[in-house]
Each structure stands twice: as C-alpha cells, then as structure tokens.
C-alpha cells in the first residue's frame, strides 16, 4: 500500500482512544480499528471529514503517500 494511515499516532497526540472516536464520528471500532492498521482500502471523504473534525486536524495528517514502500515494490 502506498498511501499509510498514522492514526493512532494523531488518536495519541489527542488523548483520545479508537473507543472515544468511534463514539463522537458514529463509526465503528472495527471500522476504525481497519483503518488504524493500514488494512482499510478506501474511506469515505465524510468519515474523514468526521474524523478530522473531532481531531481538529487536516487529512494530511492522518494519511500520508509512503514513496519509500513502492521504491522497495519496485526493486522487487
């Protein structure tokens, strides 16, 4: 996957745990735990919205491009 989610890096520096967002954005916790791993495919642009919104923070910070992941797919 080149696009990588850090999450519970952004959930840390709120103070703020999976269970509470799920709670405020009405999402699942295991919607949100997929999402937190890595392993979600796609997100809706208003769960993200939601997300960003309790969290007072922009997409960018929550998704990021890792060009370093498909340099080593490249090598391959």
């Given at each position: ?58 997409p960018g910070d929550i998704l990021f491009f890792d ?10």
């Amino acid at each position: 996957m080149s696009i990588s989610v850090k999450l519970d890096r952004v959930l840390l520096d709120h103070g703020m745990s999976l269970t509470e967002l799920s709670e405020r954005v009405g999402v699942t916790i295991a919607n949100l735990s997929i999402l937190k791993t890595g392993k979600a495919k796609a997100i809706r642009f208003s769960t993200l919205e939601a997300i960003c919104r309790e969290l007072n923070c922009q997409p960018g910070d929550i998704l990021f491009f890792d060009d370093e992941e498909l340099a080593v797919e490249a090598a391959e």
